[in-house]
T-cell receptor, first 115, second 114 residues
Framework: DAGVTQSPTHLIKTRGQQVTLRCSPK?????VSWYQQALGQGPQFIFQ???????QRGNFPDRFSGHQFPNYSSELNVNALLLGDSALYLC??????????????FGPGTRLTVT | AQSVTQLDSQVPVFEEAPVELRCNYS??????LFWYVQYPNQGLQLLLK??????LVESINGFEAEFNKSQTSFHLRKPSVHISDTAEYFC????????????FGAGTRLAVHP
């Protein structure tokens, strides 16, 4: 059973460009969250998707947007890239029937470098 | 707003020595508490969690953490570390009533030396 997968592994973009990151949740999971982990810091919550809708959002500007597809996979889009957007972007999924376990499974991340 | 403070950014320790990684949180509501480990160039892996019940929780690889409500702490301990425990450790809280959003600390780099 494959875990959470993310693509691409690494990405280099120029300031002002747009980027799309992709995430496939673990089999049986229907909720996907995205986190930004800057170098030397802990992950920061960006937003969460459930039933193809954004359910909760962290303190990130509207340049950060997302989408969830009927197969539960998700995309993170960032427009007008800034140097400060350079980070490891982590996707996490959890199962619909997890009840109160609250366990999230993280992918390996996409390393985005903005030059 | 909830926050998590990991009191040590780096903890160097010799192999087979005991270690404690400290975590304090601030929250006016009930929380669920987690420790995650991140090995180089990898994502986060859940180490252990406290949801309710016994305040002492254990992982399968010898780590344990104790929830202390009065001190709002959730310190991670291991009586004897191995070289393979070298990694970044993150403490996280999930406020009750939310949608599973996790709030992470800045992390503690555990470096085990031979």
């Amino acid at each position: 059973d494959a875990g959470v997968t993310q693509s691409p592994t690494h990405l280099i973009k120029t300031r002002g460009q747009q980027v799309t990151l992709r995430c496939s949740p673990k089999s049986g999971h229907d909720t996907v969250s995205w986190y930004q982990q800057a170098l030397g810091q802990g992950p920061q919550f960006i937003f969460q998707y459930y039933e193809e809708e954004e359910r909760q959002r962290g303190n990130f500007p509207d340049r950060f947007s997302g989408h969830q597809f009927p197969n539960y996979s998700s995309e993170l889009n960032v427009n007008a890239l800034l140097l400060g957007d350079s980070a490891l972007y982590l996707c996490a999924s959890r199962p619909a029937t997890s009840g109160f376990s609250y366990e999230q499974y993280f992918g390996p991340g996409t390393r985005l470098t903005v030059t | 707003a909830q926050s998590v403070t990991q009191l040590d950014s780096q903890v160097p320790v010799f192999e087979e020595a005991p270690v404690e990684l400290r975590c304090n949180y601030s929250s006016s509501v009930s929380v669920y508490l987690f420790w995650y480990v991140q090995y180089p160039n990898q994502g986060l892996q859940l180490l252990l969690k406290y949801l309710s019940g016994s305040t002492l929780v254990e992982s399968i690889n010898g780590f344990e953490a104790e929830f202390n409500k009065s001190q709002t702490s959730f310190h991670l301990r291991k009586p004897s570390v191995h070289i393979s425990d070298t990694a970044e450790y993150f403490c996280a809280v999930r406020p009750s009533g939310g949608y599973n959003k996790l709030i992470f600390g800045a992390g503690t780099r555990l470096a085990v030396h031979p």
